[in-house]
């Protein structure tokens, strides 16, 4: 079966559309559309420079998003995600990946956000990214196949001590419950 795109925006004030999968790895593929580019970027975070960046945010502070092109490329950026991204790999549109990487982990409940759309910050919430993200890709994927909202998805989150087997219960449940509300 081939792996499905879960749309998505990001949370600044210019909102940018990109879609996400996350595999059974633990990696993160984005895939973005750039305006003068034919056709859309694919990105891939690897799961090992995914837990790095878990270990940086592991101290428990708020994080800068610090992800400016111009900054980053001059080295005048503050420290921040998207400067450790920058050191991950050098490479100012894989730093810039770290806008996506906060609107996934926010909606997935890793990162909490201040919810400011200019000096954006995160902090940790989860230990657990990889099974919160999982978790969150199969019912973004699940409400988009139903038509409802990503903007509403935290209405339809399910809590994340059960497990897969119940998630799937639940969504062949609310699936059930749409076709015989008619």
């Excluded at 895939?31 to 580019?37: G, I, L, Q, V």
Aim: glycine letters at 6%.
């Amino acid at each position: 079966m081939p792996a499905s795109w879960s749309p998505s925006h990001t949370l600044g004030i210019k909102q940018k559309a990109f879609s996400w999968r996350i595999d059974g790895r633990g990696n993160i593929f984005i895939k973005r559309k750039f305006k003068k580019a034919r056709f859309p970027r694919i990105d891939k975070i690897s799961f090992s420079h995914l837990e790095k960046l878990y270990g940086f945010m592991q101290d428990m502070e708020w994080k800068n998003l610090a992800n400016g092109a111009a900054k980053l490329y001059m080295g005048t950026e503050k420290d921040g995600i998207g400067k450790f991204l920058y050191r991950l790999r050098p490479e100012v549109p894989y730093a810039q990946l770290s806008s996506q990487l906060a609107s996934i982990f926010y909606h997935s409940e890793v990162w909490k956000w201040n919810e400011q759309k200019r000096g954006m910050k995160f902090l940790l919430l989860s230990e657990d990214w990889k099974q919160k993200t999982m978790h969150y890709y199969l019912i973004s994927l699940s409400l988009e196949n139903d038509g409802i909202s990503q903007d509403r998805s935290s209405e339809y989150m399910i809590i994340e001590t059960q497990g897969q087997e119940e998630v799937h219960q639940k969504v062949k449940q609310m699936k059930l419950s749409a076709f015989f509300s008619y």
